[in-house]
């Protein structure tokens, strides 16, 4: 379900029954990344105009593949050839293996990949508190209130430009509300809290140009028992 995000609320209470302030752990956005083992990324080293070069490497060799396969248009074939060892040698000359480095990026983008949505094990089950700026994600048709939505420690509906980049999974938590809160400002920066769970979920979201973004979230927060969300604007 896509959201407009053009609808904006200027005022914020909503009316909890309180977590015990004495069990809640403040948390800041780097304690939800997972702890995983250093690896040495070689594709980090390279320039910009190193790794334009790389991608068309790899580009160029997987066409001239294609073509060897095709059994056709040899010619061609032949000056792409020329041009591939070429460009191989010129980023020798940087100190740049191609090949070596190619081997490397399936491993590098399962390590990135596992980086970015991976939720951190640390504080899984625990009352925890985060701060962040709210993307609503769904309403309630009774109320007209916010009873779904994303806490990022970002702002992303405050785009610029063609700029819609969101935060990896792993620093976005999912919440849902049992009754919507129905005056929430999003811009401004609001305290959440509730007991951390490992969930992933995704949604399209509507920004502010019409830009409809992808958000995904490795993290849920939910109420402890008998007890609801808690969620206090800070700005």
Known sequence: MNVSIYRCFMVFCLLVTPLQAA??????WSQLLPTLAPVDDPFERLSQSQLDDLGYYAGLKNDIQITRAAESDHHSLAEREAELQGLAAALAQQGVDVEAILRQRQPIIEYRMAKAIQPSQQHLGEPVQLSGYIVPLKYSSEQQGVTRLFLLP??????????????????????????????????????????????????????????????????????????????????
């Open 154 to 235: 970002v702002n992303p509906l405050a785009s610029i430009g063609h700029d819609h980049s969101v935060p990896q999974p792993n620093q976005v938590v999912m919440i849902e509300l049992e009754q919507g809160a129905s005056a929430i400002d999003f811009q401004r920066r609001y305290s959440v809290s509730g007991v951390l769970q490992a969930q992933f979920y995704r949604q399209q979201v509507t920004m502010p140009d019409g830009h409809k973004q992808l958000i995904e979230s490795s993290y849920r927060l939910q109420p402890a028992a008998s007890q609801q969300l808690v969620i206090t604007r800070l700005d």
């Open 23 to 28: 069990e809640l752990k403040p948390l800041n």
